[in-house]
């Protein structure tokens, strides 16, 4: 079997299969299909300082190669986690990464202080493509300075493993990357979903309630591809590829075009065992190909 260890910051992982932000729970409700301590980080659903309800039905719609959502990050707050869903899943032996989103700089510094605290979680993943309320409504990671003021305030209060996820939805990727390194993210994680939208004909509305939602699945993955490529060329952090990877030939690519390990997201709704085979399909692969470690094949490009 080849070595597939791989290193994100002081992130010790035993294998580059991640899962992806919203697509597996909080790993606990996909236990009773693939082994949860096989998985090299578990990234689980997005978290907010105060609970949210999220957005109205429906907010998912099926399309040709994917699907688009609008859930509107809904969640019980950051309490909730620590005092009901951290007690189930610290003794999880992976790494269990919380997804952190929030309206303000201090609003997501104030939420990650309190994941700080939480001696079995060594990580936190930002999702900077959430609205700010100060600028109306403009999501953070769209822009250089949005980006770096919440990767700023974070910073200061967030002493761990520190991850970036960065939006595709900005006309030059590698800009954002390089401001949230600048102020201490010690990786980026990309693409977030693209911009989309569908709609009922015979009804004549959009199929989802607020019009537009993030686009994910296989169709993306291109454009995931390339921006990864561009991204891993740009910054001397770590990089984590995502956007429709749904086998070990997906995950390859990725790793070849310069991410260091990879997330798995709408794929998980498909094949609840899917990170396991991705990772087992690498394995072999890199076998097959005479490849010793996972490291010979990162960034060959």
Not at 274 to 285: L, N, P
Request: with cysteine.
């Amino acid at each position: 079997m080849a070595d597939l260890k791989v290193n994100i910051g002081n992130l010790r992982m035993k294998n580059p299969v991640m899962t992806a932000s919203g697509t597996f729970g909080y790993g606990i409700e996909f236990q009773d299909f693939v082994p949860l301590d096989e998985i090299g980080g578990i990234i689980v659903k997005g978290t907010t300082l105060q609970a949210r309800e999220g957005n109205p039905y429906p907010r998912m719609a099926e399309t040709a190669q994917g699907m688009l959502n609008c859930v509107g990050l809904q969640n019980k707050g950051v309490s909730y986690f620590c005092n009901n869903i951290y007690p189930q899943i610290k003794d999880i032996d992976t790494n269990m990464i919380v997804n952190v989103s929030g309206n303000s700089p201090e609003n997501y510094a104030e939420c990650a202080a309190r994941i700080d605290a939480l001696d079995k979680i060594p990580a936190i993943e930002l999702n900077i493509s959430c609205p700010n309320v100060k600028t109306g409504g403009m999501a953070f990671g769209v822009t250089a300075k949005g980006a770096a003021s919440v990767v700023r305030e974070v910073r200061k209060a967030y002493n761990k493993t520190l991850i970036v996820k960065l939006s595709p939805n900005v006309t030059d990727i590698t800009e954002i990357a390089r401001a949230v390194e600048a102020e201490g993210a010690d990786a980026v994680s990309l693409i977030n979903t693209l911009m989309g939208t569908s709609i009922d004909i015979e009804k004549r509305c959009f199929n989802l309630s607020i019009g537009t939602g993030g686009l994910s699945g296989p169709a993306v993955k291109p454009v995931a591809l390339r921006m990864v490529y561009q991204v891993a060329k740009s910054v001397h952090v770590p990089v984590i590829g995502l956007g429709g990877i749904s086998t070990a030939t997906d995950a390859i690519e990725f790793l070849m075009a310069g991410a260091t390990a990879i997330e798995i997201g709408t794929a998980n709704f498909l094949d609840p065992a899917v990170t396991k085979k991705v990772k087992d399909g690498i394995d072999q692969w890199l076998d097959s190909h005479g490849c010793k470690s996972v490291q010979e094949i990162i960034g060959v490009l």
